[in-house]
């Protein structure tokens, strides 16, 4: 059973950067559709990211330009390169595998918050 470890979170002032990882163990990123999405407080959890294992790429509107998807096959992990962060980026993030459209194999998050 695949198992995902997100890290790299953590407070940031608004227009900074960070960058998050999500490891994988008990399979290979470089097969699956990958993706990130995001939860903050009250609202429903939405895609940011997401990388196919043919290496497409496609982000939600509200971090195009800003944020970047990618993998380390020889790391067998899955990165979110963040910058330019705003407020509204501030969520828990969590890393998951899509099979057949559907997200599942969810990591426990890491907390990111965008504040002064």
């Known amino acids: 059973q695949v198992q995902f470890v997100e890290s790299g979170g953590g407070l940031v002032q608004p227009g900074g950067s960070l960058r998050l990882s999500c490891a994988a163990s008990?399979?290979?990123?470089?097969?699956?559709?990958m993706a990130w999405y995001r939860q903050a407080p009250g609202k429903q959890r939405e895609l940011v990211a997401q990388?196919?294992?043919?290496?497409?790429?496609n982000y939600a509107d509200s971090v195009k330009g800003r944020f970047t998807i990618s993998r380390d096959n020889a790391k067998n992990t899955v990165y979110l390169q963040m910058n330019s962060l705003k407020p509204e980026d501030t969520a828990v993030y969590l890393c998951c595998r899509i099979m057949f459209g559907v997200p599942g194999s969810w990591g426990q998050g890491t907390q990111v918050t965008v504040s002064s």
């Open positions: 990388i196919t294992s043919v290496g497409h790429i």
């Open positions: 008990g399979g290979v990123v470089s097969i699956y559709n």
